[in-house]
């Protein structure tokens, strides 16, 4: 095998929480003249929002920090930059609204209280799979950051069953949602499943 076609393993960095800002270098962005508007690539996450941590808010101590809990993914663009895997992901605020959303469903995921100073309340949700592009640009808002995110849906973020699978190989048919046993009884009368 020549140099030119060696693979090298990227290094994998575990992150306390994952912020979209650490794919690539956004202070480099912030810097480019004004009047710049191409948007830079900085890598793509992915992974599976399974709840919502609700931590003290040190811009606006009435409205809590809200972060997604679950398994999550940063994989930058630049080759020489560590893929990075959090428990607990800070997306752009446009997604990151919009996940929170599909994860509290029905009313999960709402906090129960206000957590105090230094302290996080976790709450159970809607699980969540989720895939973006993450791009930045520099920003038009004066006293900004100095860049913006763009973000772009690899796929819809997708509400899903997480017993889906399970529910289908020991039923081995659609899934039975309540589980009792005269659901069962249904599902076995109707051909599927399986008794022993």
Same mark, same amino acid.
């Given at each position: 095998?020549?140099?030119?076609?060696?693979?090298?393993?990227?290094?994998?960095?575990?992150?306390?929480?994952?912020?979209?800002?650490? +794919?690539?270098?956004?202070?480099?962005?912030? %810097?480019?003249?004004?009047?710049?508007?191409?948007?830079?690539?900085?890598?793509?996450?992915?992974?599976?929002?399974?709840? +919502?941590?609700?931590?003290?808010?040190?811009?606006?101590?009435?409205?809590?920090?809200?972060?997604?809990?679950?398994?999550?993914?940063?994989?930058?663009?630049?080759?020489?930059?560590?893929?990075?895997?959090?428990?607990?992901?800070?997306?752009?605020?446009?997604?990151?609204? +919009?996940?929170?959303?599909?994860?509290?469903?029905?009313? %999960?995921?709402?906090?129960?209280?206000?957590?105090?100073?230094?302290?996080?309340?976790?709450?159970?949700?809607?699980?969540?799979?989720?895939?973006?592009?993450?791009?930045?640009? %520099?920003?038009?808002?004066?006293?900004?950051?100095?860049?913006?995110?763009?973000?772009?849906?690899?796929?819809?973020?997708?509400?899903?069953?997480?017993?889906?699978?399970?529910?289908?190989?020991?039923?081995?048919?659609?899934?039975?949602?309540?589980?009792?046993?005269?659901?069962?009884?249904?599902?076995?009368?109707?051909?599927?499943?399986?008794?022993?």
């Amino acid at each position: 095998m020549d140099e030119s076609t060696k693979t090298v393993a990227r290094k994998v960095e575990i992150v306390n929480r994952f912020q979209a800002a650490m +794919l690539g270098d956004v202070a480099a962005i912030a %810097k480019l003249p004004e009047g710049s508007t191409e948007t830079h690539m900085l890598g793509i996450v992915v992974g599976i929002a399974r709840g +919502l941590s609700f931590r003290t808010n040190p811009q606006d101590p009435s409205a809590p920090s809200i972060g997604l809990t679950g398994v999550f993914e940063g994989v930058p663009i630049d080759p020489n930059r560590p893929i990075l895997r959090s428990t607990t992901a800070y997306l752009p605020k446009a997604v990151h609204e +919009l996940v929170i959303e599909r994860v509290r469903g029905d009313g %999960k995921g709402e906090v129960p209280k206000m957590p105090a100073r230094g302290q996080k309340v976790d709450v159970i949700g809607n699980e969540v799979r989720i895939a973006f592009e993450i791009g930045a640009r %520099k920003s038009k808002v004066a006293g900004g950051a100095g860049y913006e995110f763009v973000t772009r849906a690899v796929r819809d973020p997708e509400e899903v069953d997480p017993l889906a699978d399970l529910k289908q190989k020991l039923l081995g048919g659609p899934a039975v949602v309540a589980g009792t046993e005269h659901e069962a009884e249904k599902v076995h009368a109707a051909g599927g499943g399986k008794r022993k």
